[in-house]
């Protein structure tokens, strides 16, 4: 692959030459979960202040035809992790000017939908508003959400998020993971978007989020990756190696 850096061209070595930097490889790595971890984190807080509030439940028309399979809303999380962390990952190994551009605008709508949360105010799809009934402490409940081990193996975020969350994070992530997709070529492409596609089945069939949810995410996904992938490129020019 062919780069800019600082006006010179440099060949980027490609993943399974021996001189290819796989140092950086997991440094970006460790670099991207630490940032990552604490968006998400950060995004929490305003999320549980909302569930605390009474929302509305809201009529919609997609979900009314489509039925809710139990299984599916089970393992809803498990499906999002397959088609969001092996892409990812696929994308560092491949190109981290790249990936370092992702994360980075993955990291910000993830804070963005931190705020958008609480200005909806939504009620659950399928659930009475139990939250609203039963206040929980909310730093005990923060610290059970991002332990990696409980909100995996106990669920924690199917029990203590009963709230729609407004824009639909499974949809945001995958979708973005598409667009930047575009760069590694038609092939890869497809199928990061098969997935996101398998993702968006998986929201329906679960009555995970509102129809609502799930075109503003892609609305509000589809604005700031070219807003904020063009400020990247613009700011910081070693992150850039070719434009969209």
Same mark, same amino acid.
């Given at each position: 692959m062919i780069c800019l850096n600082n006006g010179k061209i440099a060949a980027l070595p490609k993943p399974g030459q021996d001189e290819y930097p796989w140092r950086v490889f997991f440094g970006y790595l460790a670099a991207a979960v630490l940032f990552r971890y604490l968006c998400h984190s950060l995004m929490l807080i305003p999320v549980l202040f909302n569930e605390l509030r009474p929302a509305p439940h809201l009529p919609d028309l997609v979900l009314a035809a489509v039925p809710r399979l139990s299984w599916v809303a089970r393992w809803n999380y498990y499906f999002w992790i397959a088609c969001y962390f092996p892409p990812? !990952? @696929?994308l560092l190994y491949r190109d +981290? +000017?790249?990936f370092a551009r992702f994360i980075?605008?993955? /990291?910000?709508i993830s804070l963005i939908r931190g705020l958008m949360i609480p200005l909806t105010g939504l /009620?659950?799809?399928? +659930?009475?508003d139990v939250n609203a009934l039963r206040p929980f402490d909310l730093w005990p409940a923060w610290w059970q959400l991002v332990n990696p081990y409980k909100a995996l193996v106990h669920d924690t975020a199917g029990i203590l998020l009963t709230k729609d969350m407004f824009f639909s994070g499974h949809i945001a992530?995958? !979708?973005l993971l598409y667009? @930047?997709?575009? +760069?590694l070529g038609k092939r890869e492409s497809r199928v990061f978007l098969v997935l996101q596609l398998f993702c968006l089945l998986v929201v329906f069939f679960s009555h995970l989020h509102y129809t609502i949810d799930v075109i503003g995410a892609y609305a509000i996904t589809f604005t700031v990756f070219i807003l904020g992938d063009r400020w990247l490129c613009q700011k910081f020019p070693r992150?850039?190696?070719r434009p969209f």
């Open positions: 990812a !990952f @696929y +981290r +000017r790249l980075i605008i993955d /990291g910000v /009620g659950p799809t399928h +659930r009475p992530t995958t !979708f667009l @930047y997709s575009r +760069r992150l850039e190696c």
